[in-house]
């Protein structure tokens, strides 16, 4: 059966109001003349009762989903796309539609060299991944479990994919200056935007009683967070090691806490002696609080995780390496200003020198 399909939002409910046709979805008004050029067949049963004409799509959403997922195996982007995001907009709240249009607009970009398009579509592919929970129904999270699985190691793969990207050489050949970097960046982006994505899937799920479940979800944002290369590293902030990387395990073993706590501790265990580490090559009193502040955070997690964990004693071991990293930090500025002193005073003796040499 025939049915109006505006042009400009795809929807059916188009109603005759005052002599024109109007889309009651984004408000677009017709002619009558217009309005019979968008006539077109439609899937579906058709319901024209009263001025509205109303529209099951359900089975051109379930061939849609059919095309999208035929043309994501033969690696056809274009189409991939075109597909999905029919289903998207048919289907609002479906995680597959809102990942893979996103997705495969951000592969066909990995061909091009336009750098900035790039930008542009994967910060789009960012957000539709941080709604990703947001749309997670948890009362089918058995259904949707496979879809979660894979657009993990999906996210994994495309950043682990070649892309065309833009040199700059000298007269001879040489290179200068590359633009890759920027692609990177994109990478390690997309990668945080998961992991966030998928700890808030866990959260949920133990909130709904369901802690088996919430496992999965941070054993995926684990696996994605595993995967960070060093180049990746490099691009999230310059602070990786001091910032980055504790935030997101803490958030992880956050998420094991009362899913497994014996994953739980293993991680929180894991961030307290990366912190004692940072103790030992000196440290300023300022990031010394810092790391005091994120310890707290960590005991307070594993003494939830391990009841047998004990925090007045592993407080006190924290303020004698604290004190003593905080001297060694002191003894090495000390150190350092010394020696800049002395390389001064040679450069200067030198100097001096040198003019009185050339005065004789």
């Known amino acids: 059966m025939k049915a109006i399909v505006c042009e400009m939002c795809t929807s059916h409910d188009v109603v005759k109001q005052g002599g024109f046709y109007v889309c009651q979805n984004c408000g677009t008004k017709y002619t009558v003349e217009d309005a019979r050029k968008l006539m077109v067949e439609v899937a579906g049963k058709v319901d024209v009762s009263g001025s509205t004409v109303n529209v099951d799509t359900t089975d051109a959403t379930k061939r849609s989903l059919e ?45 091009n060299d336009d750098i900035y398009k790039r930008e542009a579509v994967f910060t789009s592919f960012g957000k539709s991944i941080s709604i990703i929970d947001d749309n997670f129904n948890v009362s089918k999270e058995a259904e949707l479990r496979p879809m979660a ?32 970097g920027s692609t990177y960046k994109l990478f390690s982006s997309i990668k945080g935007e998961l992991i966030d ?33 060093s180049t990746e590293q490099l691009y999230v902030n ?27 501790a293993g991680l929180y265990r894991g961030l307290l002696a990366d912190i004692n580490k940072s103790y030992k090559g000196g440290i300023s009193e300022k990031d010394a609080q810092a790391m005091k502040q994120k310890c707290n955070l960590v005991y307070a997690g594993l ?4 009841p047998t964990f004990d925090v007045e004693a592993e407080n006190k071991k924290l303020e004698e390496q604290m004190s003593q ?15 800049m002193l002395v390389f001064v005073f040679i450069a200067v003796f030198v100097i001096v020198g040198v003019s009185i040499g050339s005065c004789a």
């Open 149 to 180: 699985d894979k657009m993990a190691a999906d996210v994994i793969g495309i950043c682990g994919s070649q892309f065309v990207y833009t040199v700059t050489k000298d007269g001879y050949g040489n290179v200068k200056s590359s633009n890759s």
């Open 67 to 111: 095309n999208a997922r035929r043309a994501m195996q033969k690696e056809d982007w274009d189409e991939t796309e075109k597909y999905y995001n029919i289903v998207e907009a048919n289907e609002p709240t479906n995680i597959e539609a809102i990942f893979y249009s996103a997705y495969a607009k951000a592969k066909q970009t990995l061909v």
């Open 238 to 264: 310059s602070i990786w090691n001091l910032e980055y990387s504790p935030n997101k395990l803490l958030a992880i073993a956050n998420a094991y806490n009362g899913a497994n706590n014996t994953k739980a």
């Open 325 to 339: 990293g905080v001297k060694q930090g002191k003894r090495s500025k000390a150190i350092a200003l010394i020696i």
């Open 197 to 229: 994505s998928l700890l808030n899937i866990a959260d949920k799920l133990k909130k709904n009683g369901n802690a088996a479940a919430a496992e999965h979800y941070a054993d995926l944002a684990k696996a994605v967070f595993d995967s960070f290369t």
């Open 303 to 306: 003494k939830s995780a391990d």
